[in-house]
């Protein structure tokens, strides 16, 4: 039996938390020399209630004029949302292809501009490396080993949201790109975790709460409780001790919505088919002010635990958001539209702390897991 401050109401509706989107949004038009659209829109009807300067009998023809000019102004376009891809050290040695892979979901949306940053000693590139070089990155060396490159140091603070294709084994960034990430998360920076990411860096404390729930890397009870949903639909946080981070042979599984009203999640199907992966379980970290949007059920038939195990989360670092995906093991696994639409939403979200890119219509249903070939980076 768990104490009863261990466990959590299932469903919990969602609470929007302390929203800094509009201003870090205007901050973003501002850097570009645009001005923020609620107030370029606006002017023409500003201006239509505006007496003073006009006698009466000429208001009819302002007015005509106002209306003319709504609807002869070009619309305002958002600004474009600055993403940076981070990676150069994982286990899975697609990652310079999926790396591409979602640079090219990512900007093909229309919604994200996206830029890369790779260590200078890779490791694990294999074959894909050359095929799926850094833009505008400089050479690099693939090693055997994973090696610390002491000139790793993105300025994060050029871009709305990071998102992390490290993975397992990752050796340590320089003490201050760590620092500099908290301080551009805590301050109101985006961040996401896609798969392995939850397996880097376990010793670094900020990390471990960015991500909420991370395995692998000697993750145990000492890093936190493990995290799942019962089958009476009741969270768990669980102290027991035990390795944190498994998973059984690659398969396809439904996520199923814990949190439908969130942002990230809402329109999208109570429960979804994600095409063949691996379904992480028995993740454990602090999973401070972390939310599970989805979990996955881990089934015994695949080596997995009975339990509804966390997929998507969102979790709270100051006042930066961060979206958590464990899904994206191969490129079969990023190619799934369940997979993208998440990632580019809750992208979206971790950068403005709002949704507004639609469901697509291949979007998976519970019995049809859906997958959009990736036919190569987009076109510059
Ligand atoms: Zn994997």
Redesign the pocket.
Known sequence: MLPSALTGAARPSYTRPPDHSESRSQRALAHRGLAPRATALPRVGRAATVPAPYPPMRAPLLACLTLLAAVTAPAATPAKLRVLIIDGQNN?TVWPKSTAMMKAYLEQSGRFEVAVARTRFTWKGDKWLAQYPAPGGGPVQDLKEPQADPDFAPDFSRHDVVISNFGWKAADWPAATRQALEDFVARGGGFVSV??ANNSFPNWPAYNRMIGLGGWGGRNEKDGPYVYYDDQGKLVRDPRPGPGGAHGPQHEFVLEARVPDHPILRGLPRRWRHPQD?CYDRLRGPAEGMTVLATAFSSPEFKGTGRHEPALMVIEFGRGRVFHTILG?EDYSFEGVGFITTLLRGTEWAATGAVTLRVPPDFPTETQATRRPFAGPAAR
């Open positions: 899975h798969h392995a691996e093991h």
